[in-house]
């Protein structure tokens, strides 16, 4: 019975070990540059859904292709952008999305849509900080400009997400090219995988090996050591019988043995 629970514990570690290592595979993350301006981030796969254009050499994570589109998040927005506006590229950029803000001269609003008539989302004063993702052409509400900026407001715990025009904004902060650039692979590569364990270094490999080995070690050890001591036991046991001598009618102990 002894030898069953200890085969069947082998096997036990073997499967555990070989799940951890072997079989650990994760989905490769690939992201795509805006190289082009004219990049639009879409609500849903269509042209009719644009919220706003990503600015210029920025990236988004793509996740899977539906028809003409990427489905992409970003800056932790989710959408579509079109293939053949973006470069997917081979590589994880330091700064994928652009880190701008800017403050209003002018107490304003948040509005659902790039135009004074939609929703008010909320209202917006001077002394905020509001965080820009990106330009749409809206409602004409000066001569030079109908320019309106996606943008977000943290107000607590609540996220709200619309547009503010461009003419009640203080400068917009500098947003500088993004420079990083990797290998431009095709959309097939979105279904490769890659071992988790085969992307370990090899030292990082070899601890994972001992770690898993030692607990595997230690549980064999405890349970083959009872099994070792009895054995041991019943053997000085038998070695510590004193020796009978036989007569012709009975039997007497050896002295040496007493």
């Not at 279904?191 to 988790?196: D, F, G, L, P, Y």
């Not at 770690?211 to 009895?230: D, N, V």
Request: contains cysteine; hydrophobic residues 35%; neutral net charge.
């Amino acid at each position: 019975m002894r030898k069953i629970i200890i085969y069947v514990a082998i096997l036990m570690l073997i499967m555990l070990s070989s799940n951890s290592i072997t079989y650990a595979e994760v989905e490769k993350v690939f992201y795509a540059k805006a190289t082009t301006s004219g990049t639009c981030f879409c609500e849903t796969p269509s042209e009719n859904s644009v919220l706003f254009e990503i600015p210029t050499s920025y990236f988004v994570q793509v996740e899977y292709v539906v028809d003409d589109y990427y489905k992409v998040s970003y800056d932790g927005l989710q959408g579509y952008v079109k293939k053949d506006k973006v470069s997917l590229m081979n590589g994880t950029p330091t700064t994928p999305y652009a880190q701008a803000t800017f403050k209003l001269f002018v107490p304003y609003s948040l509005y659902q849509s790039p135009s004074q008539t939609s929703l008010e989302i909320c209202k917006l004063s001077t002394d905020m900080t509001i965080k820009y993702y990106g330009a749409k052409a809206g409602q004409q509400l000066t001569s030079k400009s109908n320019i309106w900026y996606y943008s977000s407001i943290t107000d607590g715990e609540n996220i709200f997400y619309g547009y503010v025009f461009s003419g009640t904004t203080d400068h917009l902060s500098n947003i500088p090219t993004n420079n990083e650039s990797f290998e431009i692979v095709n959309e097939d590569a979105l279904n490769s995988t890659t071992s988790e364990f085969t992307a370990l270094s090899t030292g990082t490999k070899i601890i994972l090996i001992i770690a898993i080995s030692i607990p595997s070690l230690l549980i064999l050890y405890f349970l083959i050591k009872p099994s070792r001591i009895m054995q041991m036991n019943k053997k000085k046991s038998t070695d510590k019988q004193p020796r009978k001598i036989r007569h012709k009618d009975y039997f007497e102990y050896d002295e040496n043995d007493l």
